[in-house]
């Protein structure tokens, strides 16, 4: 089993930036890929980006590349989302997911997620 626990949104202006962070339980974190999704109000939950497991190689959505940056830490079972640039329609909850040697950009093959954590950017 893993947990995951993030931490780090709040409200922001456009334009500003946040740093989330994912810990994440258990000792083969290394082995996990890691993922951000995110859901809007009335929307359905859309992938951000993942950093694959063994070599940290990264994937983004369209909507956010050159603004985010998805790192991982291994020593310290976490995840990160640098968010620079935010934009109104950056609004969502974000939420943190891990897949046993996965690297997509589906909700599919992630086992575990987070409880969410709220991001509001305000015009």
């Known amino acids: 089993q893993v947990q995951l626990v993030e931490s780090g949104g709040g409200l922001v202006q456009a334009g500003g930036y946040l740093r989330l962070s994912c810990v994440a339980s258990?000792?083969?974190?290394?082995?996990?890929?890691m993922a951000w999704f995110r859901q809007a109000p009335g929307k359905e939950r859309e992938f951000v980006a993942t950093?694959?497991?063994?070599?940290?190689?990264?994937m983004y959505a369209d909507s956010v590349k050159g603004r985010f940056t998805i790192s991982r830490d291994n020593a310290k079972n976490t995840v990160y989302l640098q968010m620079n640039s935010l934009k109104p329609e950056d609004t969502a909850v974000y939420y943190c997911?891990?897949?046993?040697?996965?690297?997509?950009?589906?909700?599919?093959?992630?086992?575990?997620w987070g409880q969410g954590t709220q991001v509001t950017v305000s015009s």
């Open positions: 950093i694959n497991w063994y070599d940290t190689r990264t």
């Open positions: 997911a891990a897949g046993w040697r996965q690297w997509r950009a589906a909700t599919s093959g992630y086992s575990y």
């Open positions: 258990g000792r083969t974190f290394s082995s996990y890929g």
